[in-house]
């Protein structure tokens, strides 16, 4: 089982639609969680961190869930500028990604 | 200013060729990260360096040799590199261990 496993879509939006992305991991030590955003050939880029009690910034919303191992992306009113790759991240012993959700918002 | 930056941000080299990585942060991060990303898959760790020191080696060849000559600079040597090591490397910082990472832009390598 690999330690942190992303659905790697496709998700194809319209503008305006709510998507969700779920990312779960193995390691229950784990202590510190991440969203990042990768365009295509560029690197990633810090979205959120995702705290016990949830975070919200904007039109984006993390969720953790430790009892089930998994954390959750919610993006509202999605743009077109929000297509890209979100990579989850998990830090345990050290940083571990998941293999990414290709999002792709359309008009 | 959350900046990491690296040079060169493309690199060609032969498989005889001895080339270096470098990588600068300015954010008074104590801890440094060598990741290798292949196309569509996600950044594999390669190295960690914390307060200057290597504290993690993920079993990389010796063929990368990573070298921290000071806390904001973080270089990766590279000698006799193999075509399938043509990828993405990426650098990142982060305050100390366990906290966000901040990627630079990356090195894209290509072997030949």
């Known amino acids: 089982r690999k330690e942190v496993e992303q659905d790697p879509g496709p998700f194809n939006v319209p503008e305006g639609a709510t998507v969700a992305f779920n990312c779960t991991y193995s390691?229950?030590?784990?202590?510190?969680f991440f969203w990042y955003r990768q365009d295509c050939r560029k690197e990633p880029k810090l979205l959120m961190s995702v705290y016990s009690s949830g975070n919200e910034d904007g039109r984006f919303t993390a969720q953790l869930n430790r009892a089930s191992q998994y954390i959750s992306l919610l993006i509202r009113d999605s743009k077109l500028s929000d297509s890209a790759t979100y990579l989850c991240a998990v830090e345990g012993n050290d940083m571990r990604f998941g293999a990414g959700t290709r999002l792709t918002v359309k008009p | 200013d959350t900046e990491v930056t690296q040079t060169p941000k493309h690199l060609v080299m032969g498989m005889t060729n001895k080339k270096s990585l470098k990588c600068e942060q300015h954010m008074g991060h104590r801890a440094m990260y060598w990741y290798k990303q292949k196309a569509k898959k996600p950044p594999e760790l390669m190295f960690v360096?914390?307060?200057?020191?290597?504290?993690i080696n993920e079993s990389v060849p010796s063929r990368f040799s990573p070298e921290c000559p000071n806390s904001s600079l973080l270089n990766l040597h590279l000698h006799a590199l193999q075509p399938e090591d043509s990828a993405l490397y990426l650098c990142?910082?982060?305050?100390?261990?366990?906290?966000?990472?901040?990627f630079g832009p990356g090195t894209r390598l290509t072997v030949t």
């Open positions: 360096y914390s307060y200057e020191k290597l504290s």
């Open positions: 390691n229950s030590a784990s202590q510190s």
């Open positions: 990142a910082s982060s305050p100390d261990g366990y906290l966000e990472q901040y």
